[in-house]
């Protein structure tokens, strides 16, 4: 069975940061790029960001650029998400998704919730 | 890069046949058959419902069909059913090479 798990969410003050995880299990994590996608509760998808199989591929919104970075560690089958300079417009929902191809995504974790307030 | 258009909300009986739009640009739904489709109820995380524009991941009923036309997708749901109710997310890969969501749809049945 496919399962992703986030995890590393929870309240940090305006200009914080936090590093989100997700370890993924049932397929071979090292062969699929992976993504970010977060959710404001009660509102629309937004992708976050794309990584290829060994890392050497990135890809930001523009709304993330500079400020989070992406990463994999294959041999622990974990996703990353480090976030600095956190925004409260950053408060969202963050799901770990497997890339099906071109950034389309068949397999999504349960999410993490991360909330940006003082 | 700006969210897709979709319709807020969209309504049917049982049985009947609804159809969602997905309006997008030359930079993105224009220019790639990369479209796809998710379905989403309230607290759990998306579904891959249709993706390649019309393609099927296993296991999703081929009562959801998509098509494209131009810089519009559409995601058709036949046979309208109570578990079909939900919020439906359409997104296209970018000439940027991002991804880009749609505004969502709510379902009702």
């Known amino acids: 069975e496919v399962q992703l798990v986030e995890s590393g969410g929870g309240l940090v003050q305006p200009g914080g940061s936090l590093r989100l995880s997700c370890v993924v299990s049932?397929?071979?994590?090292?062969?699929?790029?992976m993504h970010w996608v977060r959710q404001v509760p009660g509102k629309g998808l937004e992708w976050v960001s794309r990584?290829?199989?060994?890392?050497?591929?990135?890809i930001y919104a523009d709304s993330v650029k500079g400020r989070f970075t992406i990463s994999r560690d294959n041999a622990k089958n974990t996703l990353y998400l480090q976030m600095n300079s956190l925004r409260a417009e950053d408060t969202a929902i963050y799901y770990c998704?497997?890339?099906?191809?071109?950034?389309?995504?068949?397999?999504w974790g349960q999410g993490t919730l991360v909330t940006v307030s003082s | 890069q700006s969210a897709l258009t979709q319709p807020a909300s969209v309504s049917g009986s049982p049985g009947q046949s609804i159809t969602i739009s997905c309006i997008g640009t030359?930079?993105?739904?224009?220019?790639?058959?990369?479209v796809s489709w998710y379905q989403q109820y309230p607290g759990k995380a998306p579904k891959l419902m249709i993706y390649?524009?019309?393609k099927w991941p296993s296991g999703v009923s081929n009562r959801f069909s998509g098509s494209k036309s131009g810089n519009t997708a559409s995601l058709t749901i036949s046979g309208l059913q109570a578990e079909d109710e939900g919020d439906y997310y359409c997104?296209?890969?970018?000439?940027?090479?991002?991804?880009?969501f749609g505004t969502g749809t709510r379902v009702t049945v």
């Open positions: 998704a497997r890339d099906i191809n071109y950034n389309q995504a068949d397999q």
């Open positions: 990584i290829n199989t060994e890392g050497g591929s990135i």
């Open positions: 049932g397929f071979t994590f090292r062969s699929y790029w």
């Open positions: 390649d524009v019309s």
């Open positions: 997104g296209s890969f970018t000439s940027r090479h991002t991804y880009v």
């Open positions: 030359s930079s993105d739904v224009g220019s790639y058959d990369y």
